[in-house]
């Protein structure tokens, strides 16, 4: 076989451990045994890739422009690019979104919050990078919404992005928030991780250049895939 | 240059709106060549209780044991209509189910061939970055010799093996915790 690069293991503190007390959740779903450590083979050094098919026709970057009206809320410019470890670009990756509405319910049924639902607003999108790894979509700030996890729990505003690159191995799930939210020192998702530049590498920052007079603000968001190491290891 | 990954955050319990678009339970289109099987099963949790919200992302190789992917060299036929990849999710009794074909070997870390098998990500609500696993074939030489089943306990290995049901398909699980807890990869 010919010498292939193994994508590198993520650095102590910035990812989350599975087992986060403070996450009541993670207490039945967290694995208890330790994870067996595997070289990476063919099977997780592939992965899905997907075209445009996989997006489909329709205004799936504007989740403003999905209904015969317009969804209430403050609409948004959320852009930025898709990079690797390395710094390089992630073109062609698919990149699927889903948010609540501005009143902070999701639309689906199992969202019982007593907030309205928003007929213009089913919150989803996806799309795939450009050459450069870049994406961008239009839609409205979701908002804070309660969730029983605690005493007075609430879930900062956020979006839920969903990224596949180049691999297996590069798959990620991850929540996008809003600077300057005051529910982010309380979320104990958003404080899964131990790594505060990690966490802080989660929200989105306000961005001038891509806020459009008389339209919406700008945000900007950039995601980072695993990335190769620098030395081939024989496969 | 160096920048650390994102860290993952949860799925959490909606994700349905936003990933059921994809969800692909077959893998193998009529007129895929290879073996057809279906695959079924439950997710559950430490107390035993079905995972009414879980995900399971799926990806293999095609029944010659090539992947669709630029990165997969070898001199061996692609098949355009097969992807290899699967989306499902469970239902109100924690089951999921998915139909495809018996993939083919593919090498290993050293270069030894590795047993037909499927790579599982697991996603749900209380998993803050999704769980890695295999789904490996029974009564196959090759799964007695694989690289990778070699890494796992041996009292544990048969987690990673799909079961053949008397009427037909597979039955596999996924154990989060506990008596039985699926082995699950760090790679």
Known sequence: MHPVRQYRRAQPGTQPEYLHPAYTSTAKRSPTRPLVRMPQTLSEMTGPIFGHDAVGAGPHDDLTKQHAGEPLGERIVVSGRVLDEDGGPVPHALVEVWQCNAAGRYRHVNDRHDAPIDPNFSGCGRMLTDAEGRYRFVTIKPGAYPWRNHHNAWRPAHIHFSLFGRAFLTRLVTQMYFPGDPLLPADPIFNSTADPRARDRLVSTFDWETTQPEFALGYRFDIVLRGRDATPASA | ?187
Not at chain 2, 45 to 57: H, N, R, S
Not at chain 2, 88 to 112: E, L, M
Not at chain 2, 163 to 168: A, K, N, T
């Open chain 2, 1 to 187: 240059m160096h920048l650390p990954a994102t860290a993952s955050q949860t799925v959490g319990p909606y994700f349905a709106i936003g990933l059921d678009a994809l969800l692909r339970d077959d893998l193998a289109p009529t007129g895929v060549p290879g073996h057809r099987v279906t695959i079924a099963g439950r997710v559950l949790d430490g107390d035993g209780t079905p995972v009414t919200d879980a995900l399971l992302e799926l990806w293999q190789a095609n029944a010659e044991g090539r992947y669709a992917h630029p990165d997969d060299r070898q001199e061996r036929a692609a098949d355009p209509r097969f992807h290899g990849f699967g989306r499902v999710s469970t239902d109100a009794a924690g089951a999921f189910r998915f139909a495809t074909i018996v993939p083919g070997r593919v090498p290993g870390p050293d270069g030894a061939l590795q047993a037909p098998h499927i790579l599982v990500g697991v996603f749900m609500r209380g998993l803050l970055k999704q769980l890695v696993t295999r789904i490996y074939f029974p009564d196959d030489d090759a799964t007695a010799q694989d690289p990778v089943l070699a890494l796992v306990p041996i009292e544990r290995r048969g987690t990673l093996i799909a079961r053949p049901e008397p009427v037909g398909g597979f039955t596999w699980n996924v154990i989060l915790q506990g008596e039985g807890e699926t082995v699950f990869f760090d790679c």
